[in-house]
Nanobody
C-alpha cells in the first residue's frame, strides 16, 4: 500500500492550492483518509478527514471554512482544496489512511489512528 501526496508549492497569502494524494496497492473505499501537516519545529497537526466513503468530513478549527477535503473513490485519490491561505498554513502536508474505516470520531485527529502515510508535500505561504 502506498500513498503519494503532491501539489505543494510556494504561494502568496490569499492564494489557493489543491493537494492530491494517490493511493495504490489496496482499496480505500471504506477507509478514513485524512490530511495532517507539520510546520518546522512543531508536531504533526490534524487538518481534515474524510470518513464513511467521503460522506462525512471533519476539519481542524484553524482551517474550517477555508479548506475542503474530498475524495474520488473509484480513482483512490484524496484532495485538499486550500483557499485563503495564510502564512501559518506553511508546513509539510501528509495524507494518511486507516485500514478500513475503523477510526472513531474521538480519535480522528490522532496520528496514531492511521496506518498508512504518504511522503509529504511542502506548502509555503509567503505574506
Amino acid at each position: 500500500v502506498q500513498l503519494q501526496a503532491f501539489g505543494g508549492g510556494l504561494v502568496q497569502a490569499g492564494d489557493s492550492l489543491r493537494l492530491s494524494c494517490a493511493a495504490s496497492g489496496g482499496t480505500f473505499r471504506t477507509s478514513t483518509m485524512a490530511w495532517f501537516r507539520q510546520a518546522p519545529g512543531k508536531g504533526r497537526e490534524f487538518v481534515a478527514a474524510s470518513r464513511r466513503s467521503g460522506s462525512t468530513t471533519n476539519y481542524a478549527d484553524s482551517v474550517k471554512g477555508r479548506f475542503m477535503i474530498s475524495r474520488d473513490t473509484p480513482k483512490n485519490i484524496l484532495y485538499l482544496q486550500m483557499n485563503s491561505l495564510k502564512s501559518e498554513d506553511t508546513a509539510v502536508y501528509y495524507c494518511a489512511a486507516d485500514r478500513g474505516g475503523n477510526v472513531i470520531l474521538s480519535s480522528i485527529a490522532n496520528p496514531h489512528s492511521y496506518t498508512y502515510w504518504g511522503q509529504g508535500t511542502e506548502v509555503t505561504v509567503s505574506s
